[in-house]
């Protein structure tokens, strides 16, 4: 097995600066965190359309391909050899899984945003630690945490799984802001009133954030 000392850091030779002078914006992760049922998904693929239209590079990681992929618990994901990797290797939703899930998803966007993509993240990542460990693990300035601030009431209203009616019912345990934490950012980047406003209206808040941290110029015809 490798160990630290036998790991070396291989420096590209197409330089992150000369993707970023191609591309013609800058690389960051934005970092949606919220309730299930908040508003992640849909505001993160709102400003990936959005920016796609303007003609930058962006990227969703979101649960749907991370949790049925990378991340897939027991019974989703099998190779083709029948062997249940996701036995082995899946998360489910203890904290501890939690927090192997945001330490995976930080690494991978982590990559993308070296890569110079704008990385769009949707998970509910609800422990503070967790999401500061991956702030801390990037460059100043990279990491734009945005608080998708839905009232539990409106989520719960919501429902769009019937998840929360599950939870209530008992049927579904440690589900969060149901008998799990949540703990709301102190000192987002961005706070979006999601259970108030449309997901474009949404969206374009971040963009203006993104324009005036300098990270994508003013999008043409805006
Ligand atoms: N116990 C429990 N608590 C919370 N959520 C649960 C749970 N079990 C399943 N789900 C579904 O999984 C989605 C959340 O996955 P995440 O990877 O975002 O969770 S976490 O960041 O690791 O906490 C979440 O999806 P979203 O609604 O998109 O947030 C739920 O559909
Ligand atoms: N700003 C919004 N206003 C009204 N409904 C919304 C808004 N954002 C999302 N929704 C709806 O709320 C539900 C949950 O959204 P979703 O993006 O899946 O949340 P999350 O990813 O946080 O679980 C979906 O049915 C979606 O259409």
């Not at 919220?34 to 239209?53: C, Y």
């Not at 003609?55 to 991340?71: E, K, P, T, W, Y």
């Not at 897939?72 to 192997?100: K, N, V, W, Y």
Request: glycine fraction near 10%; aromatic fraction near 8%; proline fraction near 5%.
């Amino acid at each position: 097995m490798a160990n630290d000392s036998n790991v070396t850091w291989h420096e590209h030779q197409v330089t992150r600066e000369a993707r970023e002078r191609l591309n013609g914006h800058k690389g960051c992760v934005i970092w949606f965190t919220g309730l299930s049922g908040s508003g992640k998904s849909t505001v993160a693929n709102t400003l990936d359309h959005l920016l796609w239209g303007y003609g930058f590079h962006s990227a969703v990681l979101d649960g749907d391909n991370v949790r049925h992929a990378l991340n897939a618990g027991p019974g989703i994901l099998r190779d083709a050899h029948g062997d249940d990797f996701a036995q082995r290797f899946g998360l489910g939703f203890s904290a501890t899984d939690r927090e192997e899930n945001i330490r995976r998803i930080g690494a991978v966007a982590g990559l993308f945003c070296q890569a110079g993509l704008i990385a769009l993240t949707a998970f509910i990542s609800p422990y503070r630690v967790d999401r500061d460990r991956v702030r801390r693990n990037l460059p100043d300035g990279e990491f734009i945490e945005v608080f998708v601030d839905t009232p539990l009431a409106v989520c719960e209203e919501r429902d769009p799984k019937g998840l929360y009616k599950k939870a209530r019912a008992g049927e579904i345990k440690h589900f969060t802001g149901i008998d799990d934490p949540y703990e709301a950012p102190q000192v987002p980047e961005l706070t979006l009133l999601a259970g108030e406003r449309t997901p474009e209206a949404l969206a374009h808040e971040v963009i203006d954030y993104l324009v005036e941290r300098t990270i994508i110029p003013q999008p043409a015809g805006r």
